[in-house]
């Protein structure tokens, strides 16, 4: 049985800006809109696509294949600048009598200027329902097809240049994220090269692009699966196929419809016929003649009678066929408004989703980037444990020391004042580095010194009897 895949070719944008979402603020309280952004407008997206992309806040790597650059979206992107921009820089700057007019690194320039500095492209080929039963093997093959999406891309969208190309697996569908940049050429102010998104993809040339992605994406589908699969019918006035349930109800009442309006036709037309008898039953009776035995009573003739008894008969089914037509009219009206809006809601509710999944994904990027810098500050926080205890053991031994050797000068014919261990002790309690405590423990030698091993047996003994409830 020959299958039907949906695909879907989405092409990044702010749709906050658009014209439609302006005016939908404009009427709301807070004057936004719920509308997602998932445009790359500076660094700070770009970083935050590198992390979505590459799975940087989570440990799904090996369902992650990069087929297009490296495991750094930001180089990747900075590289392709210095490729397409590079020597245009050179020639702009190169034109200029002032310096501050000078152009020192166009990637940051383009980050300033409040437009894309590039793009993204997510490509998926089949729904939910297609990839739910398919093995890991199976679903791993789209690579091939990917792959060659990318040389169709570069032949199809030859200004746009790609900088990386990243597929994931792990999530209901396999699909593919492309990052690159829109390169526009002679232009007339600045440099002669520029990004430019707004002319390399407008809403005449994204279809054409997109038509062009669907044909050859479905060729190599079946062509690396060997199969022979159609794409279903793309939905206009998007740039993304959306699937929803068909309203089977509302098909039946639509053809229903369809059949009334030939009712309605025929009713029309009776209603036409009408007007003409109409006519003729005023005639009838304006000809009628005085009873001959009351001038106030008029005679008729029992034909007449059965003219106007069958004008009678078609007006009363004429009048149910209209209104029983458009009742349902009304009716079909109602349901057809009710589906408007039921379309209107959803769209609102994917938009909403899509931003709220954004949202979700930078929550979850935070919390573990935060969780990363936690686990460094435990790790140091260990480090910094350990040296202390041994700088703390260190210092006992290096007060003990100083016991000793005072100790022994006590037992020597020295003066006291030429005593050197004496006088660094009284040059380091002078200098404040021993404070009283160490000064009255290096000048009473009977006082022992406990280090790091013997205060821990000591604490293990005093665990050791506080437990001990034996009576002797």
């Known amino acids: 049985m020959e299958q039907e895949l949906a695909y879907s070719f989405h092409l990044g944008s702010d749709k906050n800006k658009s014209k439609v979402a302006k005016r939908t603020a404009k009427g709301n309280v807070s004057g936004t809109t719920s509308l997602s952004n998932n445009a790359i407008q500076n660094a700070n997206d770009l970083s935050r696509v590198n992390k979505h992309n590459l799975r940087d806040y989570d440990n799904k790597r090996e369902l992650i294949t990069t087929i297009y650059g490296t495991n750094d979206i930001v180089e990747d992107v900075k590289q392709v600048y210095i490729d397409e921009f590079e020597e245009s820089r050179i020639e702009f700057n190169n034109k200029q009598t002032r310096n501050d007019r000078k152009i020192n690194n166009y990637f940051e320039k383009a980050c300033t200027l409040q437009n894309d500095i590039a793009c993204e492209i997510i490509i998926e080929l089949g729904d939910m329902d297609f990839w739910q039963d398919k093995d890991d093997e199976y679903r791993f093959k789209m690579i091939d097809v990917y792959n060659e999406q990318i040389q169709d891309l570069n032949k199809i969208v030859p ?19 492309v990052v690159g940049i829109p ?52 939905q206009k006035g998007r740039n993304k196929d959306i699937h929803v349930k068909e309203m089977d109800g509302y098909r039946k009442l639509k053809k229903e419809q369809e059949k009334n309006a030939k009712k309605l036709k025929e009713a029309n037309n ?203």
């Open 183 to 234: 390169v526009i050429d002679n232009c007339k102010k600045g440099m002669k090269k520029q990004v430019g998104k707004s002319k390399v993809f407008t809403k005449e040339s994204l279809t054409v692009i997109q038509d062009k992605m669907r044909n050859a994406c479905i060729k190599s589908y079946n062509k690396f699966y060997g199969v022979d699969s159609r794409l279903k019918t793309k």
């Open 270 to 472: 009776k209603s036409d016929k009408l007007n003409y008898k109409t006519e003729e039953i005023n005639n009838i009776l304006d000809n009628l003649k005085p009873s001959t035995f009351n001038k106030n009573n008029k005679q008729i003739s029992n034909e007449d009678v059965e003219k106007i008894k069958n004008y009678a008969k078609e007006v009363e089914d004429t009048t149910r066929s209209i209104k029983g037509v458009n009742n349902l009219n009304v009716i079909i009206d109602n349901i057809e408004q009710n589906y408007k809006d039921l379309v209107n809601d959803r769209d609102r509710l994917y938009y909403s989703n899509n931003e709220k999944d954004t949202t979700i994904a930078n929550l979850k990027e935070e919390i573990e980037f935060k969780n990363k810098k936690i686990n460094k500050l435990e790790l140091a926080l260990d480090k910094v444990k350990t040296e202390l205890s041994r700088f703390k053991d260190f210092w006992r031994r290096l007060i003990k020391r100083f016991q000793i050797k005072i100790m022994d000068e006590k037992f020597e014919d020295i003066p006291e004042e030429k005593r050197n261990y004496t006088i660094v002790a009284e040059d380091l309690e002078r200098s404040g580095i021993f404070d009283d405590n160490d000064a009255e423990i290096v000048k009473n030698p009977r006082r022992k010194i406990l280090t790091k091993d013997e205060l821990a047996e000591i604490q293990a003994k005093k665990g050791k009897n506080k437990n001990d409830y034996n009576l002797n």
């Open 159 to 177: 200004n746009f240049k790609v900088a990386n190309a990243t597929i994931h697996f792990d999530e209901t569908s396999p699909h593919m994220h």
